[in-house]
């Protein structure tokens, strides 16, 4: 599975963006997602990732409320719609794919290529 991730930029505190993730490959409708944010000095984080039919949402503490996490599969698409947005929620988000399990995600083995989510004050 190849993901291609878009849809950040620059936005104000409390506004909101919609990440998306396009992915190629078969295995997608199949498979769990996740999204992950890292920060500049900080470790890749958790944010969100949903079950291969979209029935099951996990979130991260800090974004829980704020983040939904969703997915298209007839389109091929993941997504995260950001509201309420924090300069803390500034950082690169990663789509990934975890294909060996349709429910829970547990580990990537396919990861986008990052779009960068800046939240000025």
């Known amino acids: 599975v190849q993901l291609q991730a878009s849809g950040g930029g620059l936005v104000q505190a409390g506004g909101s963006l919609r990440l998306s993730c396009a992915a190629s490959?078969?295995?997608?409708?199949?498979?769990?997602m996740g999204w992950f944010r890292q920060a500049p000095g900080k470790e890749r984080a958790f944010v969100a990732a949903i079950s291969w039919n979209g029935g099951t949402t996990y979130y991260g503490e800090s974004v829980r409320g704020r983040f939904t996490i969703s997915r298209d599969n007839a389109k091929n698409t993941l997504y995260l719609q950001m509201n309420n947005l924090k300069p803390e929620d500034s950082a690169v988000y990663y789509c990934?794919?975890?294909?060996?399990?349709?429910?829970?995600?547990?580990?990537?083995?396919?990861w986008g290529q990052g779009t960068l989510v800046t939240v000025s004050s």
């Open positions: 990934a794919v975890d294909t060996s399990s349709s429910t829970l995600f547990v580990s990537g083995d396919s």
């Open positions: 490959g078969r295995t997608f409708r199949r498979s769990a």
